[in-house]
Nanobody, 115 residues
Framework: QVQLVESGGGLVQSGGSLRLSCAAS????????MGWYRQAPRKQRELVAS???????NYGDSVKGRFTISRDNAKNTVYLQMNSLKAEDTAVYYC?????????WGQGTQVTVSS
C-alpha cells in the first residue's frame, strides 16, 4: 500500500511563495507519474502539475510560469514550488501517484492565499 504524506501548506499573502512536499512510502517517486492536484470549495479537483517517470512535466494553464514540480528520488519526495501566489490558488492540495495500474492519494494540505 503506497502512502503519500503532504506538508508545507499554510497561510501566505498574495504574491508570496510556498513549497509543498509529498513524501512517499517505498521507492515509487522515480517509477510512476507523480502529480499535484487541488480542490477549492465548491469546485472540482483539478490538475496542478505532474511529472512522469521520464521527467516530463505538465502544468495546469492557471499555474504555468508560477509553479514548478520537481522530485528527489533519493528522498522519495516530490515538491511543488509555488511562486507569485494569488487568492485563487487557495485550495486543498493533494499529492497523487499513478502507475497506470493503481493510484494513490495523500490526505491533502491546505493552502490559503490572502489578498
Amino acid at each position: 500500500q503506497v502512502q503519500l504524506v503532504e506538508s508545507g501548506g499554510g497561510l501566505v499573502q498574495s504574491g508570496g511563495s510556498l513549497r509543498l512536499s509529498c513524501a512517499a512510502s517505498g521507492s515509487i517517486v522515480s517509477s510512476v507519474t507523480m502529480g499535484w492536484y487541488r480542490q477549492a470549495p465548491r469546485k472540482q479537483r483539478e490538475l496542478v502539475a505532474s511529472i512522469t517517470r521520464g521527467g516530463n512535466t505538465n502544468y495546469g494553464d492557471s499555474v504555468k510560469g508560477r509553479f514548478t514540480i520537481s522530485r528527489d528520488n533519493a528522498k522519495n519526495t516530490v515538491y511543488l514550488q509555488m511562486n507569485s501566489l494569488k487568492a485563487e490558488d487557495t485550495a486543498v492540495y493533494y499529492c497523487n501517484a499513478d502507475s497506470g495500474l493503481f493510484a494513490a492519494w495523500g490526505q491533502g494540505t491546505q493552502v490559503t492565499v490572502s489578498s
